[in-house]
């Protein structure tokens, strides 16, 4: 176990995902406890307090987003539970639809009483089978105990619930990509202004956070913001679900408490790297956030303030372990394929863009590189940042000048014998 | 008033506006592709990213004006931005220039030329896709060329509302597709995107490969397609590209049609019957007046018709509505004594035409029944028994009506029929052959000029009417 726990508590069985097993749990207690003694402006403030920061890859503080919306002003609000996990590496905030769905229910309704929502909504990744059928069982679970629709708990509070569906865009992940898709137009992000929390979902004030933060709001609300901080570190209060996948012995999904130290946690939780290899590089949270190698891990903690310092970030969670041995030409092209494959093609610098640098790294991973191209990538790359709508042009930039700027030896290499120093082996 | 600083300059800037409108209202230029006054904002192109002191580069057309802020629009780094920007859009954008009707008139050309100018950076294959795709029997679209600015689809969603266009697939293979059952051929408004394309992507087929646009003149002309009256711009050959060895009629056709823009009546659109006013006005025309069908000069057809008309004891004038307003002031002014006179319309609605719509399209299809009506009242035509001479200026009237013993006097542009059945027939010129003002439903008056020479022979009516009055030369 790495460090105290919040959200995996309880043993996974058959039925501990049921309604049944969630309150013998103590579940919906801090729902019963927020409708009988907190105004919704408490809860902003415990969330607020609490220095709850996101878990979809961003880590902005969640009570600051939320303080943007204000309770009854005379138009709906929406909250949206963006599902749609679709970071590569990250499969995390699965773990929570799979096994505790109830968690994620009675965070949204702790969330939706703060900013007075009426209607909610959960995004789901379109690809996901069995984390839709536990929600949308969890949800018609809720429903039937009267812990979903009107006047919830006896209370004048009233709350309905729907799950989508996602048609599978990575882009659709982006909350306002999110809420085009939702709003059924296809998922291209927004430009900002107007923020999403004053003109979001029909163009009404809306709030998108990750599953995991939703889930989070529960455990403050239920034990209080002193619990909350007591775990993970000052700038980084509670606990992080990461799902570790690649060259790792035990991969999976494992909840660590904030500061806790890398290095033991991938030997000691995860079993360490895959048949005993050298640590090459960890790409920390999904590929969007920057790679970093075995020896810059060396120090560093699980917590944002370690990453930052980094220059890199705890991201979605995604932490793929490469092994050494690994080609890391390949691995970017596979990287920049993605991205390639997933740019909404809305505006120019990423249309073009990521399509440019995963083209110019096919050719150097096939052996016809060319001198010059890695100044193109760097090019290509300072382009996309800060230029486009949202963040998927600067994230597959960051992709590519966080391996260059690490492993930029083996490009050269392949440029130059035109074939990869570990015979483009990713195994 | 919102005080902002602009590259050193201080500019008072309307609350509410951008800072892309705050910078174009006051003279200073930022380039755009998708941004467009009348179209919802896109973001799409990056084209206009301008840097604010303290915040870094957005876009200008996003970007709401606020007190004090300090924009520069040509710093060293908004100008690598720009040159970076029009890389991308390069990447996959063929050059094919040298076959592009675009040319001569395409902002990405112009902004390469202006912004950038060099070479691409890229050595990677483009991106294929397809060329000459149909969206419609009068527009193509070559999504090669395509740099998805979507103003295209804004057009057809917030404007013509024919919600007839989308965007298929994503990314760099993004591409623009008509809706299944929303045909772009039944809005006909369609060809406006044409005109809103910032490069090449969307072609007229009735333009398509006929000319490059830099032979081409246009001249301010007024559409007489309905009482609108949408003022337009009438493309024809240059005088010195008339071409001898090719087609001649080429020098006296009209090559395109496109809107001139407007605010007090059509804005920036105008609808698919203005662009084909050549199919409503290149008509085969008459040049020989005749008297009952037999060719005759000029003057002698005069000196005929002022004997008609010193004769007629009950003579009825049918003025035509496509008769500009000098035209019908000259008429009042020499014959509006002597004719009991009733406004005619001229042209009605053709078969699948749209009748009357909420954006431009009006009901009645000529352009100055409202100057007409004003001289000559609104009353609908009376031909009583007893009338003994009509005199007919323009289309549109049922010969079959006339009263049985009545003298036709015909004031006609075009060879039909009925000019042969009049007495004395006159052949006058169109409005694309003169200078004049229709007066639109509204009441606002636009002025058209000349385009091309009259055929030798037909007359200005203006001219004709003074010598009908008492004689003198009228030159045709």
């Known amino acids: 176990m790495a460090g105290r726990q919040l959200l995996m508590t309880f043993p996974v069985t058959e039925s501990s995902h049921r309604l049944a097993e969630y309150r013998a749990r103590g579940g919906y207690a801090a729902i019963e406890k927020a409708l009988r003694s907190m105004r919704p402006e408490d809860v902003t403030k415990q969330v607020t307090d609490a220095g709850l920061q996101g878990r979809g890859g961003a880590s902005f503080p969640t009570g600051r987003k939320w303080q943007v919306v204000v309770p009854g002003d005379g138009q709906p609000h929406y909250l949206i539970a963006n599902a749609d996990e679709g970071e590569p590496g990250t499969f995390k905030d699965r773990w929570i639809l799979e096994n505790a769905p109830h968690l994620l229910i009675e965070g949204m309704l702790l969330t939706a009483y703060a900013l007075d929502a009426r209607h909610c909504f959960i995004y789901i990744r379109g690809e996901f089978d069995l984390p839709y059928r536990r929600i949308a069982g969890a949800v018609d679970e809720a429903y039937a105990a009267g812990l979903l629709g009107e006047r919830i708990l006896g209370s004048d509070f009233s709350c309905d619930l729907i799950v989508y569906r996602g048609a599978g865009a990575y882009v659709a992940g982006e909350a306002s990509g999110l809420i085009s898709s939702l709003e059924g137009k296809k998922g291209y992000p927004r430009n900002r202004p107007p923020r999403l929390t004053v003109k979001g979902l029909y163009q009404r004030p809306t709030v998108v956070n990750n599953v995991e933060s939703l889930s989070n709001v529960t455990v403050i609300v239920r034990d209080g913001i002193d619990a909350f901080r007591a775990v993970g570190t000052a700038k980084s209060p509670g606990t992080r679900l990461f799902s570790v996948s690649g060259h790792i012995s035990r991969p999976g999904v494992y909840e660590v408490e904030l500061g806790y130290p890398w290095r033991k946690f991938l030997d000691e939780d995860c079993g360490g790297v895959l048949d005993g290899r050298a640590l090459k590089a960890v790409v920390p949270g999904g590929i969007s956030s920057k790679i970093l190698t075995g020896a810059d891990i060396e120090h560093l903690t699980l917590s944002h303030e370690s990453l930052w310092e980094a220059n890199s970030t705890l991201g979605s969670g995604g932490m793929i372990v490469v092994a050494e041995g690994t080609c890391m030409v390949r691995l970017l092209e596979i990287m920049l394929r993605f991205y390639h494959h997933e740019s909404c093609g809305q505006c120019t610098p990423c249309r073009h863009g990521t399509g440019w640098m995963h083209r110019i790294v096919a050719r150097i991973a096939a052996g016809e590189g060319r001198p010059e191209d890695i100044e193109r990538l760097y090019y290509v790359a300072k382009y996309n940042d800060g230029t486009t709508i949202c963040g998927l042009g600067d994230a597959a930039g960051y992709a590519a000048t966080g391996i260059l700027d690490k492993f930029r030896d083996e490009f050269e290499y392949c440029i130059e014998h035109k074939r990869s120093r570990y015979q483009g082996r990713l195994e | ?476």
């Not at chain 2, 629009?73 to 890389?87: F, G, N």
């Not at chain 2, 002014?333 to 078969?351: I, N, Q, Y």
């Open chain 2, 1 to 476: 008033m919102t005080e902002i600083v602009i590259n050193d300059r201080t500019i008072d800037a309307q609350p509410g506006q951008t800072v892309l409108e705050a910078a174009l209202a006051n003279g200073i230029f930022v380039p755009t592709f998708c941004w467009h006054p009348k179209l919802s904002v896109a973001g799409n192109c990056r084209m206009c990213l301008v840097e604010v002191e303290g915040r870094g580069l957005d876009i200008a057309c996003n970007m709401p004006v606020t007190k004090g802020m300090r924009v520069l629009t040509d710093s060293p780094e908004v100008k690598a931005h720009r040159k970076a920007m029009l890389q991308f859009i390069t990447l996959n954008h063929p050059v094919d220039c040298g076959i592009c009707d675009k040319a001569g008139e395409c902002r990405l050309q112009d902004y390469h030329y202006a912004y950038n100018g060099e070479p691409s950076l890229s050595v990677e294959p483009k991106v294929r896709s397809t060329k000459y795709y149909n969206l419609s029997s009068r527009i193509l679209l070559d999504n090669e060329r395509c740099i998805l600015c979507l103003r295209c689809t804004r057009f057809t969603h917030e404007v013509s509302k024919s919600m007839a266009l989308g965007i298929e697939h994503r990314g760099d293979t993004s591409v623009i597709r008509p809706v299944a059952d929303r045909p772009l051929g039944e809005d006909p408004y369609s060809d406006n995107i044409i005109d809103l394309c910032p490069v090449g992507a969307l072609q007229s087929r009735q333009f398509l490969h006929k000319t490059r646009v830099w032979y081409l003149k246009p001249t301010p002309s007024v559409c007489p397609g309905c009482a609108r009256g949408c003022t337009i711009q009438v493309w024809h050959r240059k005088a010195e590209w008339r071409v001898k060895a090719l087609d001649p009629a080429q020098n006296n056709a009209i090559a395109r049609v496109t809107p001139l823009e407007n605010p007090a009546v059509n804005g920036p659109w105008i609808c698919n019957k203005g662009r084909d006013l050549a199919r409503l006005l290149e008509r085969q025309r008459a040049t020989e007046p005749m008297l009952r069908g037999a060719p005759t000069s000029l003057e002698g057809a005069l000196e005929r018709a002022r004997e008609l008309i010193g004769a007629a004891r009950h003579p009825v004038a049918l003025v035509s509505s496509w008769g500009s307003n000098e035209e019908l002031e000259a008429f009042r002014r020499h014959l509006g004594a002597v004719f009991t006179s009733f406004v005619k319309c001229d042209a009605v609605a053709e078969p699948g035409e749209r009748i009357e719509d909420q954006l431009l399209i009006r009901a009645d299809k000529n352009p100055n029944t409202a100057a007409a009506e004003a001289l000559f009242g609104r009353a609908e035509a009376q031909l009583p028994e007893g009338t003994d001479l009509v005199l007919v200026w323009g289309e549109g009237f049922d010969f079959a009506r006339l009263p049985r013993g009545a003298r036709v006097l015909f004031l006609n542009a075009y060879l039909q029929p009925e000019n042969g059945h009049a007495d004395v027939f006159l052949p006058i010129t169109i409005h694309t052959e003169r200078a004049g003002h229709f007066t639109n439903f509204q009441g606002v008056v636009s002025a058209f000029q000349p385009c091309f020479e009259p055929p030798r022979g037909a007359a200005h009516a203006e001219a004709l009417f003074a010598a009908l009055a008492a004689p003198a030369r009228v030159h045709a």
